[in-house]
């Protein structure tokens, strides 16, 4: 008798693939998968616009991030503004801020990136220091 896979027996098998790596950059050890009841791996929570990079494995999340603010810096500086825009709104997720790539805190206050406020797509009026858009 053949017992055929559902969708659900599928994802659970997925779900508990969860690999123990070490970071390639400062050797931290990190998770890489889907943890159980989780939908997807952590690091789906953050901007894809890094190149596929196969020299190097997963980076933990601290490591990540600082690559991808350096991927925003660069863009930031070779691209116009309207193409900044059509850029940045694909990952406009007003729910799921990051730490690092939308904001900062600052002596307690939030104060959001450039690539933030690109992403939102309009200025807010509130004078903000990273303010992209002409005054």
């Known amino acids: 008798m053949t017992t055929e896979l559902t969708p659900k027996d599928l994802t659970l098998s997925l779900t508990e693939k969860v690999i123990q790596k070490t970071c390639p950059i400062c050797q931290s050890p990190l998770n890489c998968g889907i ?72 002596q307690g206050n939030y104060v959001f990136s450039q690539w933030y406020h690109l992403k939102r797509g309009h200025c807010c009026g509130n004078g903000c220091r990273n303010c992209p858009y002409p005054s």
């Open 35 to 106: 943890e159980p009841g989780k939908d997807s791996c952590w690091c789906d929570d953050l901007p894809y616009i890094m190149p596929a990079s196969f020299e190097l494995d997963c980076r933990c999340k601290v490591c990540l991030i600082q690559a991808i603010q350096l991927r925003i810096e660069e863009t930031l500086k070779q691209h116009a503004h309207e193409d900044l825009l059509a850029i940045a709104r694909p990952f406009f997720k007003p729910d799921k801020l990051i730490e690092g790539i939308d904001y900062s805190i600052e």
